[in-house]
């Protein structure tokens, strides 16, 4: 059979235009051959829609644009996502998929595993349901699926009270078992669904295709990948990486694998197509940055200019009093390097004043923090100011290490717009950087070989606050990634007072998390909603 699998962008909440986008995708890949065409799940809403499902209008008009659809088709079958209206009791909608052909609906499947976990909250919209038997197509049985209805067993604990849908479509013996997915990427993600896919298709003897979403939603990014598996659970990436793509996929004759590509290759894509969706959805077309010399601005300067071309770019070095001379330097360099618009402004002035206006109140006191941290803040107002002269969008250079342990200033480098490195350990950063430098240098050498330091003090150094960023980045991961007691870490071989330091910091500061901007997901557990710690909180790990 030919297959068509519309792997594309949608856009929360955008009906009009994901109905477009489907509807492209089903004419051009029929002119291709196809004799039936996919979508990812949800696709006439995007996702995730969140609480627009619990806006009735917003179920509405998805079943208007899906009679639509149905409408459009011919004697070819269009498989497509959307959230239906639950007319009984519980939750207000299924997520659901429509068998459409012939101009109408002709059968609803709907999904039976709804995930509750990181940054998945089905169960608080949707209604639970069973598996109903297959669709008949000619004579081919056909086993529809959405997304978490096969991941039944790798995440096996959370559904103990579940059964396994894929034991039900083994039952009915499918030729074809087709899956609907938003599945968002990040490291990792890719070795487990072709673990998940070659399992699926090895239990019902049949094979698997799955079609799934690509683009950015807010902090989420959907990678694409799309996938076949044979009947022996042989696995093809038949989908091009963070990249839209209508693809004809002859099951008789399948496809070679594409190449992966390097890991810090994907995460520069991830963060390129993060960065582009999130400007170009929420109405932005240009950026502004804080350059300081450092790796972290540099790699996000190197992101932006990838994502929305070097002329939308403006990169501003703002050095105070005490800024080393290679700050500003390695910031000017970088800007050459990349091609974008530079300037400088000096701080210097509005420190002074806000010092002076505080010294009265400030008297008697040794200088601590609250010093340090006006110039962070004085460059935070400046930026968002030029933000808001100009309609840049600000975007914040912090990582996750320095997110984790709070080594960043409330309203100064976190203010912002999108936080591109949120999600990035600064161990990664560093690498990311070289895979940035690989064909040219782009990253100034220096910058990316000189300590790191946030420079709110003389000579001042990362490490006299903080561990080596690759034990801290471990601790980290173990921590927060991978949910280690503190015990367990310490038996790793970490000195205990230093892990006991690390953990209390990553606890202390939640507050400032909870106000930071909204950060691109790159890790298996990400600082924002698939992370809910509460603030105030007395556990000790």
Known sequence: MKIGIAQINTTVGALRSNTDKILLAYRELIDQGAELVITPELAIAGYPPRDLLLRGRFLDECAERLDEIAKATSSVPLVVGFPEVNPGPGRPAFNSAAWCVDGAVHRIIRKSLLPTYDVFDEDRYFELTEPEGPILFGEQRIAVSICED?????????????????EQFALWEPDLVINLSASPWHFGKRELRGEMLSRTARRCNAPVVYCNSIGGNDELIFDGHSLYATADGSVSEVGPSFDEAHILLDTENPPAAIAADPEMEDVRKALVLGLRDYTSKTGFSKAVIGLSGGIDSAVTAAIA???????????ITLPSSISSAHSVSDSEELAKNLGIRFESISIAGLVDAAESSLAPLFDGTAPNVAEENIQARARGLLLMAVSNKFNEILLTTGNKSEMAVGYCTLYGDMAGGLAILSDVPKTTVYRLAEHLNLHEERIPRNTIDKPPS????????????LPPYPVLDRILELYIEQGKSRATIIEEGFDPELVTDV???VDRNEYKRKQAAPGLKITPLAFGIGRRIPIVQRYIP
Do not use: C, I
């Open 503 to 505: 953990l209390g910091k």
């Open 305 to 315: 200019v990838d994502a929305l071309g070097a002329e939308n770019v403006r990169g």
């Open 150 to 166: 096969l991941w039944y067993g790798l995440d096996g604990q959370r559904y103990s009270h579940r059964p396994d849908p894929v």
């Open 454 to 465: 946030a420079e709110l003090r003389p000579d001042q150094k990362d490490e006299d606050s």
